[in-house]
Structures are given as C-alpha cells and as structure tokens.
C-alpha cells in the first residue's frame, strides 16, 4: 500500500487556525457502519448517540510548553529547540533547528535564561541538559512556549494555554495535545454522567513525531517514533465490565486507540487475545489490514493527507469509507486538525 493512496485534496482555508469559543460547539460527522448516510451533527450532541453503560477512554495527558529559543554560545547562531521528551535530572530529548548540526559539548544560550548543554545526538533528536535553576517541568511552565502545530500559522496566544490542553489534562509529558479530547467541556461530560455514560483515562504521551510526515512510498517500510504509554488495571476492569454488560468501548481520539492496541495481548495459538495493564514504549503502526480489537467505536478529528493518523482511521472504518466521508466533510465545509471539527466512527471493512 503506498504513500499516495493517503492523498487528499484540502482547500487550505479549512484549516483551523483557532479553536471555537465553545468547545462543545464543533461539528460531528457521524459516520454509521456499512453504507449508511452521514450524519451532519455538534459534538454536543454525542448523548443522543450514545446509550448508558458505554464507556468513553480519554487521554490524560497534559502538553508541555516545549518550545524554546535561543543562541550558540560562542558563534552567537539562532537555535529553536522542541523539547520531545523530559529525562530524569534535568535532561530531555529534543529537536533543535540551527544553521549547522550541534557537537556534544556544544552550549545553548537560552532566551529564557540559563544555558543547556548537547550530551549527544541520536538520530534526529539531540539529547540535552538543561541547567536553569529549578526542576525543567517546572521552569518550562512559564519559561517555554506552547508547541501549536505547524500548520497554525501563528504565535501562541493566552488563549490557547487553556484551549490546547483538554480539562481533564493532569500527566505532563505530551509536545502535542490529544485533540479529540479537546471538544470536551465541563457541561458535556456532566450530561454524558447524567445519561449513564461512563469514562476512564489512559496516557499516551504524544511526542514530535506525530507531526512528521512518511517519508517513504511503501507505507510497510515506515518506522513509527516512540512514545509512552500507561493502561492502569483500573481501565483493563472498566472495558471487562464494559463489554460483559453488552456497552461500547468508544476511544476518544487515536492515542487512545495507539495504546489500547498497545497493551492488547494475543491469545496463544487464537485470534482473541484481551486488554491487559502495560506501561512502556510503543511504535505501534495501524494501517488497513490490521484489525482493531480494542474498541468498538472512535471519536477523532480531521487528519492530515498521507499522514499515520488517517491510515489509522482507514484501518477502522475502511479506507474507501473514510475518503468518502473526507470528501463530504470539504464539501460541507468542515474545519480540519488540531483545532477543527470531529467525527463519530464505527468499524467497516479495514481495506
């Protein structure tokens, strides 16, 4: 399967360039199973779509300010550095835009005050340690900017300190938000409470790679970045209950559905296999042809053309499925991305 059977025409002013002044007013396209039509609907509506005793898993992941500026020591030269994961004392692993590739030993001039020094270099990603004064998580929080996507095209405001993280955000580790959980407001899940819906949490740090593009034309021959992920005992016995009681499993946004899929374990010898608490790594990679077990229905945003994320979604609900629902989303004028409009999916044929 290749690169370019994940390309979609996108009118550049549906981009989102900023969140809606309520985030429950987005729209959903609800896409049924089989050929059934699309349903033109608000997120607000998502009580009437579900029923009780379904469970929405949300990622709890909190953002980091992870941007930061700053000057070689020395040469003086310009550095932007993304900060993609913090290490213990004082370290992270990071993206740093200069001029010239940096040496171990180099020194960074930090705008924000304080210097971080390069320990090394491992692929794309430098291995920094930061010496500020305070612990780096802390520091970060009012020295650092918000990481919003390249395809936004401008600074990070006030505003966005609140709106890019979802409400329920508390474990900090993330350099992009879940976006899906974004459409979440205090009121909706109140209503979703009330309705018999339940909700439990996974964490699935997103790093920088989710913005990178596959570079490869074969899509089988591409490597995933890794990230963190956590699946408590606490959600594993929520899903059991779930489903022994006849409810859905609904995961809000891909990350959710990246780490479910991650702590899922085959069944010797069978094709059942169960969800089982896990914390680690993953590199986990769904495109159509593999088959999604954990859930049973995906609320997501709008994905970049020929990105992993839209070779999920394929994988779930059927590649030509998705590309006609993308299709009537651009023509109904929906807003796209981070900061754009959702869809509600059931799962079709994976092709």
């Known amino acids: 399967m290749k690169k370019s059977d994940f390309h979609y025409d996108l009118p550049p002013e549906l981009i989102a360039q900023a969140p809606l002044p309520e985030r429950s007013a987005s729209r959903l396209l609800v896409v049924p199973p089989g050929d059934g039509p699309f349903d033109d609907r608000h997120v607000r509506d998502l009580p009437e779509l579900l029923r009780a005793g379904d469970l929405l898993v949300f990622n709890d992941t909190r953002v980091i300010p992870a941007r930061l500026f700053g000057s070689k020591v020395g040469s003086g030269g310009r550095v932007e550095i993304l900060i993609e994961r913090l290490l213990p004392g004082n370290e992270a692993r990071a993206q740093v835009g200069a001029s010239k590739?940096?040496?171990?030993?180099g020194r960074i001039e930090l705008d924000a005050g304080g210097?971080?020094?390069?320990?090394?270099?491992?692929?794309?990603?430098?291995?920094?340690?930061?010496?500020?004064?305070?612990?780096?998580?802390?520091?970060?929080?009012?020295?650092?900017?918000?990481?919003?996507?390249?395809?936004i095209r401008r600074e990070p405001g006030s505003d966005d300190d609140e709106r890019y993280q979802t409400v329920f955000a508390r474990k900090v580790g993330a350099v992009a938000a879940p976006t899906a959980g974004l459409h979440f407001d205090e009121s909706l899940l109140e209503v979703?409470?009330?309705?018999?819906?339940q909700s439990g949490h996974v964490t699935l740090h997103v790093g920088a790679g989710t913005f990178q593009p596959v570079r490869v034309d074969d899509i089988a021959d591409h490597h995933m970045h890794s990230e963190w992920l956590e699946v408590g005992a606490g959600l594993v016995?929520?899903?059991?209950?779930?489903?022994?009681?006849?409810?859905?499993?609904?995961?809000?946004?891909?990350?959710?559905?990246?780490?479910?899929?991650?702590?899922?374990?085959?069944?010797?010898?069978?094709?059942a296999g169960e969800l089982q608490p896990f914390a680690g790594e993953t590199r986990i990679f769904i495109y159509p042809g593999y088959r999604i077990r954990s859930v049973d229905a995906l609320l997501t945003n709008f994905h970049l053309p020929e990105s992993t994320l839209l070779?999920?979604?394929?994988?779930?609900a059927g590649k030509a499925r998705m590309f006609a629902a993308y299709e009537h989303?651009?023509?109904?004028?929906?807003?796209?991305?981070?900061?754009?409009?959702?869809?509600?999916?059931?799962?079709?044929?994976?092709?």
Do not use: I
Request: hydrophobic fraction near 40%.
């Open 101 to 105: 590739p940096l040496k171990a030993g």
């Open 115 to 151: 210097e971080a020094e390069v320990l090394g270099r491992e692929g794309e990603f430098y291995h920094l340690r930061f010496e500020v004064g305070e612990a780096l998580d802390a520091w970060l929080s009012h020295a650092g900017r918000l990481p919003l996507p390249p395809y």
């Open 192 to 197: 979703l409470r009330e309705r018999g819906v």
């Open 237 to 271: 016995e929520q899903v059991r209950r779930t489903r022994a009681a006849g409810g859905r499993v609904v995961a809000v946004g891909t990350t959710v559905v990246r780490a479910l899929e991650s702590a899922w374990r085959q069944g010797e010898g069978t094709d």
């Open 311 to 316: 070779m999920l979604v394929s994988a779930f």
């Open 329 to 351: 989303a651009v023509r109904e004028r929906y807003r796209f991305f981070s900061y754009g409009d959702a869809m509600l999916l059931w799962p079709g044929a994976g092709g």
